[in-house]
């Protein structure tokens, strides 16, 4: 009765080894399973409220910005220099930038989540994807003042991946890194020949996280407190952690405030 009321924690006492025990036994598995089950969904309901309260910020902020710069341009239309329209046109146009990127990510993340995206292996030479993405932020880590390099690497054998799903973990992880780093900082990328496969390292001299964040830096939308500022969707971790597993590996970080951070993950050989 206990346990029909809702109190999942109930269990009956079991002290005979008969029918009538063995059916206690298999009650008391049910419930314990049950209990998980509940666990869970409770759980989970927590984090889909999270989820759509971040949401919701994370879409009011720019549609906010847009609205009003929208307001004044229209109100003031005979009275706004081409200088001034311009200035507030291109704050406009960075927004709706910021609400196209933060809808393709979650749409990126509900395929990972729902595993509606399988790797398509290819064979590719890691040390040249690696290349070809540190070229597509050398300009912005060059406007940050952030050193971005590759370390020379070894002679490689092949990776056996999906090249575009593996570019973004790289363009992620690199792009974060170069947000984080301060002015005159470095960032550096290196790539080896680990235990499980060809190992992919990005160092950052950044602001690094703390010991109290870094166990959530892989959660959706998660941002540490110093970092809010550094804009970005909150959802590049996420989606390389996701991508890494497709490919049965994991993605690991080690940080220390004030000193920097270092990613890395492991990219299976050509069998």
Do not use: W
């Not at 990613?263 to 299976?268: I, L, V």
Request: no cysteine; aromatic share 6%.
């Amino acid at each position: 009765q206990q346990f029909e009321r809702g109190n999942y924690q109930e269990r009956v006492s079991v002290q005979t080894g008969d029918e009538i025990g063995q059916l206690g036994r298999a009650f008391n598995q049910m419930a314990d399973t049950i209990e998980a089950n509940v666990e869970q969904l409770k759980k989970n309901d927590v984090l889909r409220r999270e989820l759509v309260a971040n949401i919701s910020h994370d879409l009011r902020s720019p549609l906010a910005s847009i609205q009003g710069y929208l307001e004044t341009v229209l109100m003031k239309e005979n009275d706004l220099d081409p200088e001034k329209r311009r200035q507030f046109l291109n704050t406009i146009y960075l927004n709706v930038t910021t609400l196209n990127r933060l809808v393709s990510e979650l749409f990126e993340l509900s395929k990972l989540d729902a595993k509606q995206v399988e790797p398509e292996l290819e064979a590719f030479s890691m040390a040249e994807l690696v290349q070809d993405t540190i070229l597509e932020f050398q300009v912005q880590a060059e406007k940050n003042g952030v050193n971005l390099q590759m370390m020379p690497p070894e002679d490689l054998p092949l990776v056996s991946a999906d090249i575009g799903m593996i570019s973004r973990v790289l363009s992620n992880l690199i792009e974060n890194a170069v947000r984080y780093t301060p002015e005159g900082g470095e960032v550096k990328v290196s790539v080896i020949q680990g235990e499980e496969g060809v190992h992919v390292s990005v160092v950052d001299t950044g602001q690094g996280i703390s010991a109290e964040d870094l166990p959530y830096i892989f959660d959706r939308f998660f941002r540490a407190e110093k970092s809010r500022s550094k804009g970005g969707t909150g959802l590049g971790l996420a989606i390389a952690q996701k991508i890494v597993e497709a490919h049965g590996r994991k993605i690991s970080v080690s940080s220390k405030l004030n000193t920097g951070t270092t990613f890395g993950f492991d990219t299976p050989l050509v069998l």
